[in-house]
Structure formats: structure tokens, C-alpha cells
């Protein structure tokens, strides 16, 4: 009988993850990396059923778990506790350690076991020192990636950690997942060299290795393609190094096997394909939280009213956890803050949990108090998640109409369509002078301003530039930045063919759709375009030619390639072909009924994606859904890319002298 008892008491070996497979977006691949490959074979030990492990991470890994793992879930994997590795943590010698951390805290693994706790009990006089006890009984680690000799060398060079080494593993997942299609590799700080007039050729390589990890994270060995173009070329360069790092993983990995399905492509692309979308003034709720407060990454930290009408500071993240944020990110700024209003009197008025409570007190028409009790907690979450929205949308439109954004921003899409359809948009010089006179006009705006002009204008003088400078008040400092923009094929009298801003061929035909296109949110940006040439079948193979011999041919393309524009420079070769929607057109969802099959798509954007091209392959995506599922379509950069990152991006390259 006892033996029975402590056969029913004894808890279960641990389970594989039972979520539904969603092989279309990034989050599922991470988590079930995470739960299925990495925590389940430790927690199904035998005899470590009954015991229990610690999580120990650094800042880089502290966002990967908290994006993708709900708590409940790492219990269930007989994770007790998550810590820092860099944190003062207790000695837990019962307790099995797993380290995911980048290869840059091993040093911090190797402390702590060359700083262990005494063991208990002392020594004899002028005897030697007792023997350490071990922080922790047994030792997982899993790096992110760069597992190699001189990590094994650092571990071996400590006998107390290396005894207690269990596992050792380059898990392939050094890269933020976004949003469920967008990634990013976190690599601001490269922007300045990728784009220097010579740029280091050690600058490939850690793009390269954290593109492997994502391609190894989704199991695929894809086609690689890239634009093609003379004189520097920062796609290819990230090519053929990304080719040659995924050959040697396949080497010294030869048990890697590729997912079943269609072949993936990999389409690298860099930032000058389209280098108006991070300087223009975008109107979308996620543009605009990022554009007037104060963010870093999913946190934001600011000021929220209480119900009592106290100040408190809050901290705010915005993740994929946050249905509220994932309905409404990509709208309108004016829709979002409606959807928000709507919704939440639609809680009040329908949620179960609502129902309970009046004016933040329990209802007299509550029957059970218990019900009412046990929903206390969910009502006051989700009331609070609302509040919160609605009074971020709020502090978006004060400082819209403050800045006169919306203006401003109007201003710069009649800008971009004189580009877009090589006609000039009369008035437009009169408004910008308007503006950049205007002592109200923030600084950094005026140069945003400025940087659309300079791109959109078919020739201006440098006399001309320097004009509007002065007109604007911009300190000789600042205005250097303007300079650096040759560095992306657009600068003061460039001349005939100088320029990279030549639109290639006519603008695809736009569909009437049932949603209005405001006069803010016009510009499409090029991305959109590429990806529906690809899922045509009609991405030229001159402009976007393959590094595999034979793989991108007809057996991958539904219709044939048009032929290439003519070139003029590296920017026409570039194929930028921008399109627009104007006066009521409708935004592209295609065009017959009988759409093509998605192939897998894998597209990476050196030097950073824009929320303009989030937006973009958040609605194709939806176009094209089959059956509840998405289309396996992902977009990842550099770096999320904000209008005010490039502007200091743009600064620093100033500041380094590479526009002199």
C-alpha cells in the first residue's frame, strides 16, 4: 500500500509541449526549442523526476524566455527558480543548474564554482584548506550560439565545473522574435560600419552566425538570394558569408535535417532598397508610440493617472502577451484609439469577469461571492491593460497636435508621391520653408524633413540645401548628418544617374478594398512589393539573382520574370520601385480570386527593418491565410528600426568623419 501511495505522489515525468503546431510563426519554433529540446530531456531524467532545476539567464536570454515562455510552463519542467547570472545568488548544491546564456557569460558560469560556498565544518590546524562545496549539484549549459574551442577551453580550465557538466549545447537561438513574423538579430551598433564607405570585413561574419541560428531555429538550409548591384553591396556581402557559415554548421552538426515542406528562400536585402521608409513620419499605434514616448525594446516606462487621480510611474511591456497591443499595433492611429474605446465598453458591458463589479466594487446582483472573488484578479487585469491603452493613445494625440505631426506628415507623403510618380506636387517648397522657419517645429523633425526632400527631390544644388539649413536654424554640427546620405547613393547635385531613388517600372495595379487609406498612411513600402513579386512568381532573377547554381529557376517560379529595368548606377540596379495609393485607392490584397501558393519565404534586412515594413508583411500575411493558418513569411533585420535610431545612426557616421 505505501508503495502505491508514493507511486500516485510521485510526480510524473515531464511532457512534451502540447501547443499546436503553428509552423508559421516564430514564436512556436522558439518555444518549442526551448521546452521540447532543451528543458524536457533534463526534467525526463530518471533520477530527476522528483528534484528540481534552476534557470539561470543573462539580459540577452531574460528577453528570449519572457517573450516566449509563460511561467506555468517552466514548472511544469521542474523549474523552481529563474535567476541572473550576473545576480549574487544563493548555493543550492540539490539543485541541477541550467545556464542559457550568450557565449559572453561563461566567465560568469565559471565564478561560481570558483567561488563556491565553503563546505560545512573546519579544518586542523596547518592542515589544508576543506574542500569546497559545488553551488549546485549537476551542470546544463546552453549557449545561444558560438559554442566552440575557446568556450570548451574555459570550462575545462575550471575542474569543479567541468566534473559537473552534463550538458554543453549551442541551442541556435541568438536572435529577438518581434512579433509572431518579425525578427530581430540586435545589432544596432554594426549600422555605422555596414554602411561606411569601406566597411570592415569582419563585420559579416556575427550577421551571418545569427542568421544561421534563425534558419537552424525554423530546421531549414535555404536559397539564398540577394540584390544585385556594382560597387559595394552590403546583401551580398552578407550572402555569401551567411552560405559559407551555414555550410560549416551542417559540418560540424551532421545530424541537422531540414523540415519537411517546400524549400525555404532566403532573400537578403539592405536598408538603401529603400531608404525613405525610416525617415518618414508614420500614423500607425505602434509608429506612434515609438515616435512620442520614451522606449526601449518592449518596455516602456512612463507616468499613468490611478483611478484616484494619483501619478504613478508603470512599467509597460509590449509583447506578444498583450492581446490588446497585438490587435490593434498596425492600425490607424485614430482606428486604434476607437477599437480601444469600443472595446473596452464591450468588456464592461459582456466580460464574465465585469459582470461581477460596479465601479470597482462587487455588484449586489452577484449571487455567488466566490464567482465574484475568484474573477477579482482577471477583471482587474484586463481593466487595467485597457486604461493603460487608452491613456497611451491619449499622450500619442497630445503630442501629435503639439508637434503638428499630422501636417508634418502630410507634408512629406505629397513629397513621396511626386518621387513616386515623377510628377512635382506644387506648393510643396513654400510648406517646408513654412515649417523649417517655424521656431515651434522641433529640431529633429525639421530634419526629417529635410532628409525627405533631399530624397524625393530629382536635383537640388548644395547651395539649395545649405539655404533650407539656415532657414531651419540647424547647427553646423547637426546638418552634417545630411551629408552622410551620399553614403546610401543620395546626395546635393549627384547628377544624372547619381542617384538611387529611380522608380524602374510603373506602379502595380491597386484594388479597390473595403478599408480607407489615410492621407498620412499612403506610402507603401517597397518590401510590400518585392514579397508579392516573389509570391507571382515574377521576382527577376537579374535583380535578385540566386547563390546557388540552378535554385532559383523555373522550378521555383509560378510565371516568368520580367525583363530588368535599364541601369543607371547600383541604385537603379537595385530595382527601387516605389508605389503609392492616393486619393481613396486602397492598399494591395491581390488581384484574382484564385491566388498562388505561398512558398516559404525568409527575408533579412541589413541595417534594420521600419514598422512601415512590419506593417506591410502583417497584411500580407492575413491576405493570404488559409484555413486559420498564416503564410510562412518572415521578416528580420538588423535592428527594429525607428525613425530616431536612424537619425543617430546618421549622427555618429557624421560624427566618425565617413561623410568627409
Known sequence: MRRERERRERPAPAEPSLEAPDTSSLLYHCRTKILDHMLLPISGIPERVEKQNVLILDDFTIRIISESIKTHELTEKRVLLVEKVTANREALPAFDAIYFVT????????????QAAPAAGGSKKGAAPPARAAKYRNVHIFLTSGLGPAVAQKIQGCPALAQRVRTLSDCGLDFYVEEKAIYSTNQAALFPLIFAERPPQDVWMPIALKLVSVCVTLGVDPVVRYIAGSGKNPSLSVARMFRNCMATYKER????????????????????????????????????IYECIEATGHHLKTKFTSASGAQQDRDIFLNEGDSIWVKNRHLFMGDAFQNLQADMRDFNANNDAAQCFQDGHISPNVRNLGVAIQKLPEYQRLNEKFGQHIQLAEMCNTQVDRRQLNDIATLEQDMAYGMCVGQKVRGHVSRLTRFLQAPNIMREDKLRLLLVHLITTDSISREELQAFVSQARIPPDEARLLDTMRLFGVEADAGEGGRRMKKQRPPRDRVAQQQEVYQVMQYIPVIEDIVRDFIEGRLSDAQYPSLDEGAATATETAAPAPAPAPSTGRGAAKGFAMNWTRGGAKAPRGGSAAQPAVRPLLIYLVGGVTSEEMRAIDRIRKEFTRGGVQPPIFLGGSEILYPKSFVEHLREMSRLGQSS
Not at 557565449?103 to 570558483?114: A, G, H, L, N, R
Not at 525555404?264 to 531608404?275: A, F, G, N, P, S
Open 103 to 114: 557565449p559572453q557569460s561563461v566567465d560568469e558560469i565559471v565564478k561560481d564554482f570558483q
Open 253 to 288: 552538426n551532421a545530424s541537422f535535417r531540414e523540415a519537411p515542406g517546400p524549400k525555404y528562400t532566403l532573400l537578403v536585402l539592405d536598408r538603401i532598397v529603400d531608404i525613405l521608409s525610416p525617415v518618414l513620419h508614420d500614423f500607425s499605434y505602434r509608429s506612434m
